[in-house]
């Protein structure tokens, strides 16, 4: 066990454990949410049904530790998303770079969350996933599908002091091939506290 694990047990007993990040893993239905948790989990590649209930899980990946919420993304599932909203740390909204004829729905949900008040200041990273296959979207392509082009803020290293929008980044991906969310969670962690 590191040092810093050791700190973070040993103040526990005192309630002063450090307040664990939460992060809400949204985007529709197919997308990909739940394998991702269980690679992330342990690093296993498992077939999922689609997410009926909301689940949590308690991750840490780099020097992130979070309680990840996978709320499913079917239409129903989506509905109770707003329930989930306060005191989120970031959102990792994912879509199936693949699944063209989604992208306008993917957009509107986006842009929903995007706007509601309770996220406003929430850092956002955008998974483009799947791009194992094919004819996936290019990053250009996706970012200009779900009218992204100009409102990203920048995928290296970040001044806090000069941020006044919310930070918000696309990174493609392929999680079952392990490949492109790494350097996303990593850009992620630095707007964690
Ligand atoms: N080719 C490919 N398929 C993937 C990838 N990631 C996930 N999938 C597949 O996409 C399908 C949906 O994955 P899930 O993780 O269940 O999707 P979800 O976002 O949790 O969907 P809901 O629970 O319905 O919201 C599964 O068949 C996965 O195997 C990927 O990187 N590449
Ligand atoms: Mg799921």
Known sequence: ???????????????????????????????????????????????????QFPTS????????????????????????????????????????ACDKERFAESKRELDALLSDEALAKVPFLVLGNKIDIPHAASEDELLYHLGLTDFTTGKGKVNLADQTVRPLEVFMCSVVRKMGYGEGFEWMSQYIK
């Open 1 to 51: 066990m590191s040092l810093v694990d050791w700190s973070h047990e040993a103040l526990a007993p005192l309630g002063l454990r450090r307040k664990e990040a939460k992060i809400l893993f949204l985007g529709l239905d197919n997308a990909g949410k739940t394998t991702l948790l269980h690679i992330l989990k342990d690093e296993r590649l498992v077939q999922h049904q689609p997410t």
């Open 57 to 96: 899980v308690e991750l840490r990946v780099g020097k992130i530790e979070f309680r990840a919420f996978d709320l499913g993304g079917r239409q129903i599932a989506r509905r109770i998303w707003p329930d989930y909203y306060a005191k989120v740390d970031a959102v990792i909204y994912v879509v199936d």
